[in-house]
């Protein structure tokens, strides 16, 4: 049936240290996804009830009712969606431990409540596996806390690994290598992204509140080193913050870094809350920042991909929403 909606209402679970959402997305109207779970701390679930509820809320996007969080969305749009309840988008973010402190992550604001508890999401999985629920041809995602303070971050990637997952996104800061990202990377299933968001280490101390620069650098180098047939699985990420990181010699900076280590691909973001206040009265010196970026990133050879905040920016401002949406990859 044709209507518009989104991969992630469609296909997508998202696990969270509190709760189970579709997506992480953020819509115009209100900051709160969609949540099919509450107050989850890895009790047992009743999928029927969840699946229920998942249909409950397609079933309005196909009578043409669209979710307030999602109104102005750039996930939106228009396709002959299927009934399959299977999850083919996973998101795993159920853990929220971290070996830095970035001044624009969520755990440093003061909304923050801290878990009131771990759980292991591995018995979840099996789970849905055994019941036949996940597609392994879409995309594993991780987007929590730091993977290398995730004490399953092996075993979940492994099971993934064996079950033929033909994606496997993992967000790292980079100043611990992990092992199984080492051999991942050989596989090209698997694929890396780093917010490094500067070109030194002064302004790495700033953004990130520790003295770890190098470590980063010398840890980005391995990972490129370890791709397999695709080097292109590698990205650097700027997260483009006013007032910290919003000149051309920031810019310039971070891209002359991510060619000497030989990254090929790199990413674009807005610091969420920034543009969440000022998303109807954006600076002009900011557009004209993303239009030199998008240009030099260009010129350089590499490639480009935009995470969902700057999307949003880019749906405001009109931009060119038909290249490197970087939703989902393959979407």
């Known amino acids: 049936m044709k209507y518009i909606c989104c991969s992630n209402i469609q296909s997508g679970l998202r ?3 509190n709760c189970i959402k579709l997506c992480c997305f953020m819509g115009t109207n209100t900051p709160d996804p969609l949540t099919i779970k509450k107050d989850y701390y890895g009790e047992k679930l009743n999928w029927s009830e969840l699946i229920s509820k998942i249909q409950e809320i397609r079933s309005g996007f196909k009578r043409g009712e669209i979710d307030s969080h999602c109104k102005g969305c750039f996930a939106l749009r228009e396709d002959d969606w299927d009934d399959n309840t299977k999850f083919k988008w996973i998101q795993i973010a159920h853990w929220s431990d971290c070996n830095c402190n970035c001044t624009y992550c969520y755990r440093v604001a003061s909304e923050f409540v801290k878990p009131k508890k771990r759980y292991k999401l591995m018995p979840v999985i099996k789970e849905l596996d055994k019941m036949g629920l996940l597609d392994y041809s879409g995309e594993l995602a991780y987007s929590g806390g730091e993977p290398a303070c995730l004490r399953e971050f092996d075993d979940i990637t492994n099971f993934f690994i064996k079950k033929g ?3 496997i996104m993992v967000h790292t800061n980079a100043i611990v290598p992990v092992k199984s990202v080492l051999n991942g990377l050989k596989t090209d299933t698997m ?3 780093v ?3 500067c070109g030194d280490r002064e302004k790495f101390k700033q953004i990130k509140q ?6 980063v650098m010398n840890t980005l180098k391995r990972y490129v080193e370890a791709q397999g047939l695709n080097k292109k699985m590698v990205r650097s990420k700027y997260i483009i913050i006013p007032k910290v990181n919003d000149t051309k010699e920031d810019v310039n900076k971070w891209l002359d870094e991510t060619e000497r280590i030989g990254i090929q691909q790199v990413i674009i973001d807005f610091e969420s809350d920034w543009l969440a206040r000022n998303s109807k009265n954006i ?4 557009d004209d920042l993303y239009d030199y970026i998008v240009a030099d990133i260009k010129r350089r050879g590499l490639d480009i991909q935009f995470y969902g905040v700057a999307n949003q920016y880019r749906t405001i401002k009109g931009k060119d929403l038909d290249v490197g949406i970087g939703l989902h990859k393959g979407d």
């Open 15 to 17: 696990f969270e240290y």
């Open 165 to 167: 997952e033909r994606n």
């Open 191 to 193: 694929s890396v992204t």
């Open 195 to 197: 917010s490094v968001d």
């Open 210 to 215: 520790i003295d770890a620069y190098k470590k």
């Open 283 to 286: 600076p002009s010196y900011i």
